[in-house]
Nanobody
Framework: QVQLVESGGRLVRAGDSLRLSCAAS????????MGWFRQAPGKEREFVAAISWSGGSTYYRGSVKGRFTISRDNAKNTVDLQMNSLKPEDTAVYYC?????????????????WGQGTQVTVSS
């Protein structure tokens, strides 16, 4: 069992930067691949970024590539999402998720544990 708690979401302006953090507790954080997803009002949850158990492999959705960076610290049991050049279309609730297969994947159904989400709002 892994418990995940996101933090860092807030209201920002277009072009600003924001760093989200996800703190994990429970069993063997380093055994899990980690992902960030987001869900805007009226839309389905979508993949944002994922990182392998070691941090050696990352994967991003096209619209955030070059703007967002996912990273993890297995010693601290955290995974972060650095978001730069934010756009109004990045507005959503952002969720952290853990995948017990430890591989980088982009489908929400493949993740085993989820946090409660943190709201990011980008004003134009």
């Amino acid at each position: 069992q892994v418990q995940l708690v996101e933090s860092g979401g807030r209201l920002v302006r277009a072009g600003d930067s924001l760093r989200l953090s996800c703190a994990a507790s429970g069993r063997s954080f380093s055994n899990y691949a980690m992902g960030w997803f987001r869900q805007a009002p009226g839309k389905e949850r979508e993949f944002v970024a994922a990182i392998s158990w070691s941090g050696g492999s990352t994967y991003y959705r096209g619209s955030v590539k070059g703007r967002f960076t996912i990273s993890r610290d297995n010693a601290k049991n955290t995974v972060d999402l650095q978001m730069n050049s934010l756009k109004p279309e990045d507005t959503a609730v952002y969720y952290c998720a853990a995948d017990a297969t430890a591989t980088v994947r982009d489908r929400a159904v493949e993740y085993d544990y989820w946090g409660q989400g943190t709201q990011v709002t980008v004003s134009s």
